[in-house]
């Protein structure tokens, strides 16, 4: 057997605060049991649900993850001259970590630490990245940073640029995103953000990258009813539950549901949930912004010296911002 280099390194693992099941289940019970359910967007992301977001990105109709790589692409130069070099890159959802790969050779980390919820999609993906790129220092850390964002001791305390690309930023609510944003700002003090941002468009365009014609996308929103039924016992049966997804002027977002069939009963350790046919529960939300709202959003949060670039289509924007 070959024997490994003395200088190729191993990507370090840690599973921080691993969610209470308890109290998760108790929280999944209660809002079962109100008229319109809301679960909440990270039970979309198992290890399945990762694998069917992957294959969502790579859908025609899913522009945002080729759009914001082509603004990567293009202006690479330009974002590392905005970010510096050599910083620990933080990436926040990392998922299957390529869109951090992709800027390696222009924003030449010193460190990079990959974060996301789907633990054991996120540990493979490290140890293949970690192969491909032996000299660098890699951490992976199963957390859900939705509601902390405590970075462990082992990240060091060098200057951290944080990613958060792939819009992610969209699936909080306004008032949400802005405390996110500046729990993100606090935990890099002097630090910077390079974050991806989903803009306004033509509802015809969002509708589709939503409810693609091969059913992807319905995949991954009725996979949660799985993930659900293996975290906490409910018995969901899938067939009885379809997708729905449309933008919501108003609230300038789409929105997806699951919607009941025909009635469907729901049954759990402690109680049940009978559903008429075409009650809905709230699964996401995506909301689409306008560059200035989005610049705003940032300044509330107390980031500064904003850098902004664009596609074509004015389909995307990716930021760069500091604390
Ligand atoms: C992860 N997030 C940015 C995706 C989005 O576009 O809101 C999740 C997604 N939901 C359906 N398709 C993709």
Redesign the pocket.
Known sequence: MPSTPASTLQAEFLQLAPAQVQELSDELAQSLLQPQPSIAPKFLYDALGSKL?EA?TELDE?Y?TRTEAAIFERHRDALARACGTGHTLVDLGAGNCAKAASLFSALRPSRYVAVDISVDFLRRALHELQARHPQLPMLGLGLDFSNTLQLPLQVGDGPKLMFYP???I??FAPEAAAEFLRRVRDAAPGGGLLIGVDLLKPVAILERA?DDPLGV?AA?NRNLLRHLNALFGTDFDIADWRHVAFFNAAESRIE?HLEALAGAVVRWPEGERRFAPGERMHT?N?YKWRPDDFAGLLESAGFSRLQQWIDKHRWFAVFAAFS
């Open positions: 977001f969502i899913y945002p792939g819009s992610s969209g699936n939503y996308t991954f997806m996401e995506s």
